[in-house]
């Protein structure tokens, strides 16, 4: 069982930056893979970026590549989404969330997932 926790969401300007975190408990959270979603009403749970559980693999959507990172850091038990240059479209809930089948592949669909955080609020101001 992995429980998560996200924060660092918040207002931001339009170009600005944000780093999200989701700090996980559970034993064995380090062997999960790991990913970032986003969601605004009437829409579909979004890819963001996926890290698999050693961090030596990572994959964003393309339209985010350039802009957002996700690292973790074991030690820890966190994963991070860096955000930058942020857009008003960028506004949505982020969710992070964990998965045992996708250790070392990326995982870019929520179904793959098993655990999720409740998510934080990123809202971008034009």
Known sequence: QVQLVESGGGLVQAGGSLRLSCTASGRTWSSYGMGWFRQVPGKEREFVAAISSS???????????????????????????????LKPEDTAVYYCAASESRRTRIGTRPHEYDYWGQGTQVTVSS
């Not at 693999?57 to 991070?80: C, E, H, L, P, Q």
Request: positive net charge; hydrophobic residues 30%.
């Open 55 to 85: 961090g030596g693999n990572t994959g964003s959507a393309d339209s985010m590549k350039a802009r957002f990172t996700i690292a973790r850091d074991n030690a820890k038990n966190t994963v991070y989404l860096q955000m930058n240059s």
